[in-house]
């Protein structure tokens, strides 16, 4: 069993498993019942360096499901979130990580929140864990537990790098500027 984050508290990976080289970061999450549309959430993995993307093709999600590197794949959208367990989960292969990226970020977006008056404020059990591949021993969970009734938008984790381990944070920062507000806090080009 893994280590249970609180928000803001990070974990070694390294140290955990330490001949780590393939991860599984799961997410999930249950949308609370409403009169409405149905909920989409989508996954997606920033590859950065110093706080920013290193280019917009090292935004991973649904639409572009491989790095260039083939270092982050995220294994596709999951349109309902319906059932148990992971909802969504990218893979990492952190032995393929270009040297630059210092940081990769795991956001969570509503699909059409604004049009469909979503926030996560109506969305329960959310977390983010990682997974030893090698193994599919937990190394790391965040349960996010916070209300978020003006976000349809949240960073749930990060892994990074620091002084040569692979770590991972968890954040569970909220965005009411949507996937947009992120990207572009993290410097993609958006249209």
Same mark, same amino acid.
């Given at each position: 069993m893994g280590v249970t984050l609180a928000k803001g508290g990070n974990v070694s990976l390294s140290k955990a498993a330490p001949d780590l080289t393939q991860v599984m970061v799961?997410?999930?999450w249950d949308a609370?019942?409403?009169?409405?549309?149905?909920?989409?959430?989508?996954?997606?993995?920033?590859?950065?360096?110093?706080?920013?993307?290193?280019?917009d093709e090292y935004f991973v999600f649904y639409n572009n499901l491989k790095s260039p590197d083939g270092s982050v794949e995220h294994t596709g959208d999951n349109l309902t979130g319906e059932g148990?367990?992971?909802?969504?989960?990218?893979?990492?292969?952190?032995?393929?990580?270009?040297?630059?990226?210092?940081?990769?970020?795991?956001p969570?977006? #509503?699909?059409?929140?604004?049009?469909?008056?979503?926030?996560?404020?109506q969305v329960s059990?959310?977390? #983010?864990?990682?997974?030893?591949?090698a193994d599919g021993q937990e190394l790391a969970r965040y349960d996010l537990s916070e209300d978020a009734s003006g976000e349809t938008a949240m960073i749930f984790g990060e892994v990074y790098r620091?002084?040569?381990?692979?770590k991972f944070?968890?954040?569970?920062?909220?965005?009411?500027?949507?996937?947009?507000?992120?990207?572009l806090d993290f410097g993609v080009n958006v249209s």
């Open positions: 799961g997410l999930g609370r019942s409403t009169t409405g549309a149905p909920f989409d959430l989508d996954a997606s993995a920033l590859l950065c360096q110093s706080g920013h993307v290193l280019g148990d367990g992971d909802d969504e989960s990218i893979l990492i292969d952190l032995s393929q990580v270009p040297a630059q990226v210092d940081k990769i970020v795991f969570v977006s #509503i699909h059409d929140a604004d049009a469909r008056g979503q926030t996560f404020g059990n959310a977390f #983010i864990r990682v997974v030893n591949q620091y002084s040569g381990e692979w944070r968890a954040v569970g920062q909220g965005y009411a500027s949507g996937l947009r507000g992120i990207a």
